[in-house]
């Protein structure tokens, strides 16, 4: 697999490297050795999935605070979506810096995110899942999150205009109102 750094440190893409022949593919999504090996824990607690029908769906911008900040590694099974994650470190040089990138089932590209990060998607298809390995488990109090469409932080989703949102997301307040962590 190919593990390339993302401009915000400590969050990688993780490309796998499949062995092909007449019956198919075969290729390695995680190995422990491997991670350890570029700086990247490679424990998980969870395996999480979201699916969501149509189109434009946007789920976002997501965390959990310390001490329970999760570690996600995800990855489409389905369908595509434009991920992004924002650095939320306090005293971080990329504070407020968002780095975005299309995942799909097709190429099985994966993003590995590091505790510190917020993180959302918005659906580029209908029916697209999504999996999720996380470490540690999900703490409801410690949930948090910020707007999606925060105009400070300018984040270039591909169809703004089309988001289908829930409740609690358009209800998330904006960034300068958020805490790093």
């Keep these: ?57 946007l789920r976002g911008l997501h965390l959990q605070r310390p001490p329970h900040g999760e570690t996600k590694l995800v990855r489409v099974t389905a369908g595509a979506i434009f991920d992004v994650i924002v650095d939320v470190r306090s005293g971080s040089p990329t504070l407020g810096r968002w780095f975005g990138l299309e995942l799909n089932a097709a190429d099985r590209r994966q993003l590995y995110i590091p505790p510190g990060f917020a993180h959302g998607f918005q659906t580029l298809t209908d029916g697209a899942e999504i999996t999720y390995a996380i470490s540690p488990p999900y703490v409801p109090e410690s949930q948090d999150g910020f707007r999606w469409n925060d105009p400070a932080l300018a984040i270039d989703w591909p169809d703004p205009a089309g988001a289908i949102l829930s409740e609690r997301d358009r209800a998330l307040r904006l960034f300068a109102d958020f805490a790093p962590v």
């Design 1 to 57: 697999m190919i593990v390339e750094p993302t401009p915000l440190a400590g969050a990688f893409v993780i490309t796998p490297e499949p062995s092909r022949d007449d019956r198919g593919e075969f290729a390695r999504l995680y190995c422990a050795e491997t991670f350890a090996a570029k700086g990247i824990d490679p424990h998980f607690d969870q395996i999480s999935y979201s699916f969501n029908r149509r189109k434009g769906t």
